[in-house]
């Protein structure tokens, strides 16, 4: 049961920004704050979320081919399309709380700023995947493209195909979604994430909570 009621409106929170930000980390943190308040909540991921977009992840990110921006882009496309179907849109109907590990801000960035793709085509990917729905709020992580790499290479795991490219293509992703939150900040909130995880924590529930109105008596900080 939705704590803030039965007839609430979902919400679509995005989490953007560059590899070792601390995304993962933070939407657990704020899924398990959420339902600790009775809040409906979903996590989920992209490229991903489905086992057809799971697929393609796969095939993306870890494959050997070559692809071109516009190729990555929509097939980006496709498994969005069928997240959405599958997933999001589902889950908003209910009233959850839907936290996405990146969205279309992601493509603008990896397969637009920095692939080169046509910002026009991949606007008009945008509007066939999503209709008229937008996140409700973007938070973008922000840290240097030096830490966040470091932070990624500590995990111990091979990076994908784009997390082990070049310092100077990291610090392009980042100068992209900083442009982005820029432009849009309406939708877009960016945290500094170079600070410890519980702070940076404490300021996106903080910042989720104002944003969305939500009642303290919820179990939420207080604003």
């Not at 933070?26 to 959420?34: G, N």
């Not at 908003?92 to 920095?114: E, H, I, K, N, P």
């Not at 966040?148 to 111990?156: F, H, I, K, T």
């Amino acid at each position: 049961m939705n704590a803030l009621g039965p007839h609430a409106p979902g919400r679509l929170i995005t989490f953007e920004g560059g590899e070792g930000a601390g995304k993962s980390t933070q939407i657990r943190r704020l899924a398990e704050s959420l339902q600790q308040a009775g809040l409906h909540v979903v996590v989920t991921r992209e490229p991903g979320g489905t086992p057809f977009a799971e697929r393609l992840r796969e095939r993306i990110l870890q494959g050997s081919e070559n692809f071109s921006a516009l190729s990555e882009a929509l097939l980006f496309a496709a498994a969005r399309i069928d997240h959405v179907d599958r997933v999001i849109a589902p889950a908003l109907r209910q009233g959850a709380f839907v936290l996405c590990d990146r969205f279309f801000d992601s493509t603008r960035a990896y397969q637009g700023a920095m692939g080169g793709a046509d910002m026009r085509l991949l606007a008009l990917l945008e509007r066939i995947a999503l209709g008229e729905r937008r996140p409700d709020l973007t938070l973008v992580l922000d840290l240097p493209s030096a830490e966040g790499l470091a932070r990624a290479g500590r995990r111990g795991a091979g990076g994908d195909r784009f997390e082990n490219r070049d310092l100077a293509y990291h610090e392009g992703l980042r100068r992209a979604f900083l442009d982005i939150a820029k432009h849009e900040p309406a939708r877009c909130r960016v945290i500094d994430s170079t600070r410890p995880v519980t702070e940076v924590a404490q300021d996106i529930l903080r910042l989720v909570t104002e944003h969305f109105h939500l009642p303290q008596a919820a179990g939420l900080p207080a604003r």
